[in-house]
């Protein structure tokens, strides 16, 4: 099984190879406008010229540099904007074409099942290869494209790979490093625009001998030739980086379902289709190593050769493609609903055309702490297991998440795809006291009120792991709120926390998911810089979160003691030596702590995540309010984790 953490570390480690890579790549393209500009002016004062290298080399670096940056900012809202700028339109929850849901319940199913929330849909309806992409910062603003021929010529359990296959690039930590690939080539592109600029304008100027027009054609030919070696040189690096990330994400598709004829048929249909997965958006080019299938051939392919990708899934393969032929594209999109604007936002308070009762289906009983594992394994080994769920699924997470969603009433699903009845949904998750219900009312409608009730009353009844599912659910639609909305949101939210002056586990656990991912996306930001390299740095958050955990199974003083020094002994075994002791701890000294932890590297995180579930499974068994606070350790500090269950063995 791939380690999700390794593999966040190695992207942080690409990350500074590419920065590295980049830099040498605007010190030689500086040199080569230093001697451009010498050139020019018959290298007075001699070859070496400090002047005139501060000058052309503060030109060029910084063009590069304004380039680069204005497309990073540009980027910096996430996914949707290249998705938008690739011709794509983003699918609604409520389409009543067959192929878009389909798409639309295997990426639901994907992402219940892995323990983030479900990301935007995108489809590109006018293009008719088969390729698929994945784009964003961050799980919290993770967006998932499609060809309109991939929905076409694929049927359900390719799709499915080729899905699972954008997961992978999404849990592995690829997506931010492909943003920051398309703004540094954009950089070193916006040279030769100058270079090109500077030559039509010398094209264009008229007059008699002494016109520098033809000394401006000249200058920017050469300007536009160090501007495109320069692209060469970033496109190179792009395809390099890439590659090998293809072969990983196909066998993480591999891993996550179980079937490895999915994806390996997905990219034989491939080779056999017409139009391949070519691209046709003037655009694809930028965003070429973000695709599932390549979209060229040659030196600068960020793809390996298709051939060896299904061999590495196939081996029995037989080397033959099957010819593939799809109606037309353009006819196809008769039958696509025409897109409609969309419809203003309604303020909270106003729910009555929105929100109406509803009937919640429910599932399995939720019983507070139960004990979830119980089976008197060695406590490391179980410890590496539950670590080893961060960031990965199995075809059993799959299954259960097809079932719970098909388990879900229509009326629920109704709400959970629109904004007010989302945050109607959300209010009903927290509701447990006469004086939360009266907070609520406080704030909203009769009508918002009456259905947060009933949710209230229904998911009492649930798993609390399955009440969480509704919270990823709910996340899309929250996305459409007003940055207002929001804040409104989470005043509300705030009241009902606050009403009964306590805020119990599966409350907190609600709030950070809610927080971490909708923080994120209104605030158009990235995961926090990394800041600590060593769990000395951040020992006494360490101790907080701990003492949380030990806490947590309502263990006697004599249990949380003996379960601190389990996690004692852990550290003690990471070269970490901590004197922890059994205190009580707020949770709001929990969520402070799970912020500081978010600016570590990956390999500290999975440090914490180790320790916490050693102390939780000291005594044996891991409860369901221990299981609850494993997550939300996990989720809060970027790494998902799909709901622990009593099916799993140790």
Request: aromatic share 6%.
């Amino acid at each position: 099984m791939t380690d999700f953490f390794q593999h966040q570390d190695n992207a942080r480690g690409r990350t500074r190879l590419l920065v590295a890579l980049f830099l040498l790549t605007v010190v030689l393209m500086i040199a080569l406008v230093y001697v451009l500009a010498g050139s020019f002016t018959r290298w007075e004062g001699g070859w070496w010229n400090p002047s005139l290298l501060l000058r052309s080399g503060g030109i060029a670096g910084g063009i590069i540099l304004a380039g680069s940056g204005f497309k990073m900012l540009q980027l910096s809202a996430g996914g949707s904007v290249v998705a938008r700028e690739l011709g794509g339109r983003q699918i609604d929850h409520s389409t009543s074409d067959p192929d878009e849901r389909k798409l639309l319940n295997i990426v639901e199913e994907m992402a219940l099942a892995s323990g983030m929330p479900f990301p935007q849909v995108w489809v590109m309806d006018r293009e008719a290869g088969i390729n698929a992409f994945a784009a964003g910062k961050s799980v919290s603003d993770a967006v998932i494209g499609v060809t309109r021929g991939c929905i076409l010529a694929l049927d359900r359990d390719e799709l499915q790979g080729v899905i699972a296959h954008e997961f992978s690039h999404i849990l592995n930590g690829d997506m931010r490093l492909n943003l920051r690939l398309i703004g540094i080539v954009h950089g070193v592109l916006v040279i030769a625009l100058v270079g090109e600029g500077i030559m039509r304008i010398g094209s264009r100027m008229r007059g008699d001998s002494k016109s520098p027009g033809p000394v401006l054609v000249v200058i920017g030919i050469a300007i536009m030739a160090i501007g495109w070696l320069g692209v060469l040189l970033g496109r190179l690096i792009k395809s390099a980086i890439s590659r090998q990330r293809e072969f990983l994400a196909d066998a993480s598709a591999v891993q996550f379902t179980r079937n490895p004829d999915g994806i390996g048929r997905a990219l034989i249909k491939i080779g056999g289709y017409d139009h391949g997965s070519t691209v046709g958006h003037g655009r694809a080019k930028e965003a070429s190593h973000m695709m599932f299938g390549s979209i060229k051939v040659g030196l600068f392919d960020s793809h390996p050769p298709l051939a060896l990708r299904i061999k590495a899934v196939l081996p029995g393969w037989n080397g033959k493609f099957t010819p593939l032929k799809l109606p037309e594209i353009r006819a196809d999109m008769e039958r696509v609903r025409p897109i409609l604007e969309r419809q203003p936002k309604r303020a909270i308070a106003d729910f009555s055309q929105a929100v109406a009762p509803v009937h919640v289906r429910p599932t399995r009983e939720r019983q507070p702490n139960r004990a979830l594992w119980d089976t008197g394994a060695v406590i490391p080994a179980v410890a590496e297991q539950i670590v080893s769920r961060v960031g990965q699924m199995t075809p059993a997470d799959i299954e259960g998440a097809a079932r719970f969603r098909a388990g879900l009433s229509l009326e629920l699903r109704e709400l959970l795809n629109d904004p007010s009845g989302a945050q109607a949904v959300m209010f009903g998750l927290l509701l447990g006291t006469e004086a939360e219900t009266a907070a609520l009312s406080n704030g909203v409608d009769d009508a918002t009120l009456q259905t947060a009730s009933q949710i209230a009353a229904e998911v009492q009844q649930w798993h609390s792991s399955h009440a969480i599912s509704l919270v990823d659910l709910a996340i899309p639609a929250l996305r459409r709120l007003s940055r207002e909305e929001y804040l409104r949101f989470n005043r509300i939210v705030d009241s009902i926390l606050k009403a009964d002056r306590q805020i119990d586990l599966f409350e907190f656990m609600v709030q950070r998911v809610l927080r971490r991912h909708l923080d994120l996306w209104f605030d158009h930001a990235g995961p926090p810089r990394v800041k600590f390299h060593s769990l000395q740095q951040i020992a006494p958050q360490l101790e907080i979160i701990l003492s949380a955990i030990s806490d947590v199974g309502r263990r006697t003083p004599e249990e949380g003691a003996a379960a601190l020094a389990a996690g004692q002994q852990f550290l003690a075994e990471q070269g970490v030596y901590l004197n922890l002791r059994t205190r009580a701890t707020g949770l709001d000294e929990v969520d402070a702590a799970l912020t500081k932890f978010d600016a570590a590297t990956p390999l500290l995180k999975k440090q914490l995540i180790m320790a916490c579930t050693i102390v939780a499974r000291e005594d044996g068994t891991i409860t369901d309010g221990e299981a609850e606070l494993l997550r939300a350790v996990a989720d809060s500090i970027g790494c998902p984790m799909p709901r622990l269950h009593s099916g799993l063995t140790a």
